[in-house]
């Protein structure tokens, strides 16, 4: 019987438009009691993620 083999280079990447991660980000930090990004706020964020590449690799590089 063959080992499932997992291919972590060759897989489709997501990036969300800013509506989307917003709107998903938004409800997120309602249902744990946080008080959502302000608009102006929340550009800052989504492009610190994209800038970061946090939605190619899955994981935040950033320091602030």
Known sequence: MK????????????????DTWYAENSHERRQFGERPYSKKK?????SELLESG??????YKGGK
């Open 54 to 59: 946090f939605f190619l690799n899955g994981r």
């Open 3 to 18: 080992q499932l083999e997992f291919n972590f280079i060759d897989r489709n990447i997501y990036i969300p438009t800013f």
């Open 42 to 46: 929340a550009v800052r964020v989504y």
